[in-house]
């Protein structure tokens, strides 16, 4: 191991403790030390040592019964437990054995012994925690490409998630970035590709801090989905956000600002999960679909650099509470009828306590 391993040392017995402090400190281990069973369950919890010698006769709790419950613990399982046993003791090894114990040491202790089984277990700990934290990036990597609501599906039912696509109450918004094709023909790619992922970094936080789902994320916009109980209050309070945001960014950036534009819309959609097979593997999407998405698609597409607009069910459900500015009817590409459209400009100022309503 690359740092100095911490082992803990329990045993009730002074001139035992004492002897294996020295004899592993020449060795080149730290140590930790507990005189009873109880005492080394709260050290290993504070400490975390990467290796335990543990004595089986001790007061209060024996080593039999500090060994079976940190094995049954997932924090504390790996941990390797070396239980010291009596000369032919096999009565011990096997409830050892039983206990969960890792190896065994022949008390009284031969140093060489113990330096021999400290190294090949503590060598064997470093290789299985490497093959964890290789695990464990892979697993945070592939989660980058699993929607939010996909892994609380998964996580509340692993063996039989309720990932099929089901009629939701939605607020779906679309982003997209104005002028993407004039900026695209300025900059070059990989300029581009770091402005624009600066700008949806800080985007993508905000959706989801406001519990929002992203369907999908193109070079220049995406689309995001809100369920909660006040899913269009949120869809519009972050929209308004997002605004502020890049009003911010552009402060920073002032060399190259962007300008955005969404659209809002509110209603009944087809909402679920959907998993895309590929040569390299699998990847996951939570889509919305239906004429809320054609809707908020359309409004998107027309708005202007800085503006968001909403449609006339989500106009009615954040009516009074936020400042709506009526644009009229508009005959919109592959929506049969005229739509309605308002502008989302900002909130209401709250009523003054004790004012008429």
Not at 26 to 40: H, K, L, M, V
Not at 83 to 97: H, S
Not at 279 to 291: D, I, L, N, Y
Request: with cysteine; hydrophobic share 45%.
């Amino acid at each position: 191991m690359s740092e100095r391993a911490k082992i803990l040392i329990v045993d009730d017995e002074p001139f035992n403790v004492d002897y294996l402090e020295q004899e592993l400190e020449d060795f080149g281990y730290d140590t930790i030390s507990a005189t009873n069973g109880q005492e080394a369950l709260a050290k290993v919890a504070a400490e975390t040592p990467d290796l335990i010698l543990l004595d089986v006769m001790m007061p209060l709790m024996d080593g039999f019964t500090v060994c079976r419950i940190l094995k049954e613990h997932e924090e504390t399982r790996l941990i390797p437990i070396v239980i010291m046993t009596a000369l032919g003791d096999i009565e011990d090894r096997i409830k050892g054995i039983e206990a969960g114990a890792d190896d065994f040491l022949t008390k009284p202790v031969d140093d060489r012994e113990l330096r021999a089984r400290l190294h090949t277990t503590l060598r064997l700990k470093a290789t299985v925690d490497r093959k964890l934290g290789e695990l464990r990036r892979i697993k945070d990597h592939f989660a980058k490409f699993v929607p939010e609501t996909v892994k609380r599906l998964v996580a509340a039912n692993p063996e039989a998630p309720e990932l099929a696509k089901r009629e939701c109450d939605v607020t779906v918004l679309f982003l997209d970035i104005s002028g993407y094709t004039r900026l695209s023909e300025r900059l070059a790619p990989e300029s581009l590709n770091a402005l624009i992922e600066r700008y949806f970094s800080t985007f993508l936080d905000l959706i989801h801090a406001a519990g929002g789902d992203i369907n999908e994320t193109a070079g220049d916009g995406f689309m995001a989905i809100f369920q909660d109980a006040q899913h269009a209050s949120t869809a519009a309070d972050t929209a308004l956000a997002l605004l502020a945001a890049t009003q911010a960014l552009n402060t920073e950036n002032a060399v190259q600002p962007l300008t955005v534009h969404m659209g809002l819309n509110s209603g009944v959609a087809l909402v679920g999960s959907t998993r895309f097979e590929g040569v390299r593997g699998a990847r996951w999407t939570f889509t919305a679909s239906g004429a809320v998405t054609n809707l908020v698609s359309r409004l998107a597409d027309i708005a202007k650099a800085g503006e968001i607009l909403i449609g006339p069910e989500t106009a009615r459900r954040l009516e009074g509470r936020y400042r709506l500015q009526r644009l009229g009817w508009e005959q919109l590409k592959n929506i049969a009828t005229p739509v309605e459209i308002y502008s989302l400009a900002g909130h209401l100022p709250s009523p003054s306590p004790g004012a008429e309503p």
